[in-house]
């Protein structure tokens, strides 16, 4: 049996526009100004100020995490909506969605649904989801949190159990390494706007 070309075409163009239809979409919107401090006492001034205005920050970035020996490796897409709301979208490697979650202060609801045991750890440290989704971006989400802080960002953060490294100190944060006992998640950050 043989395919006619213009059926093999027409093929050929469902096939091509599935792929850039399951593509993860980039974030829109203008690029977040890096720190303009010349010390760390400055620039935790500055990170202070634009928590005040960390509403819709948006982050593309590449996530990897290890956790009970097994890791996984997916982006991702992190929604700052304000200070008690954020959304995150997991990608599988063709581009769909395979996981959004989505939180409003401590209530946190997922697609498909996940165990709640599985956000323990953010209870145990005491933070909201989107105060680690503000952390996770380099902002300090509360002033009663132990910080490391140099004239270009954060350099690390202590929340109960929880270490936070940014290396390089930035902001926004460009690689964060997450970890809690044996425990880590290394998030990279491609593109971050607001």
């Known amino acids: 049996m043989t395919i006619s070309f213009r059926r093999w075409s027409l093929a050929v163009a469902l096939v091509a526009a599935a792929f850039v239809s399951c593509r993860t979409a980039r974030p829109a919107g203008a690029p977040l100004a890096p720190l303009t401090a010349t010390t760390a006492d400055e620039a935790m001034q500055q990170l202070r100020a634009r928590r005040e205005t960390a509403g819709g920050i948006h982050s593309l970035m590449k996530v990897r995490a290890t956790t009970n020996g097994k890791t996984q490796s997916f982006r991702a897409q992190l929604t700052i909506h304000d200070a008690r709301r954020m959304e995150l979208i997991a990608y599988t490697p063709v581009g769909t969605t395979a996981l959004t ?65 940014f290396d390089p100190p930035a902001f926004p944060a460009q ?18 706007v607001q």
């Open 101 to 165: 979650l989505k939180a409003d202060g401590d209530r946190v609801t997922t697609d498909p649904q996940v165990p709640p045991e599985s956000f323990q750890f953010l209870h145990a440290a005491g933070l909201t989801p989107a105060e680690v989704a503000m952390l996770l971006i380099g902002i300090p989400p509360r002033d009663d949190l132990q910080y490391d802080t140099a004239p270009t960002g954060l350099r690390h953060a202590a929340i109960g159990d929880l270490d936070v490294t």
């Open 175 to 192: 690689h964060v390494v997450v970890t809690r006992g044996a425990d880590r998640v290394e998030i990279e950050h491609l593109e971050v």
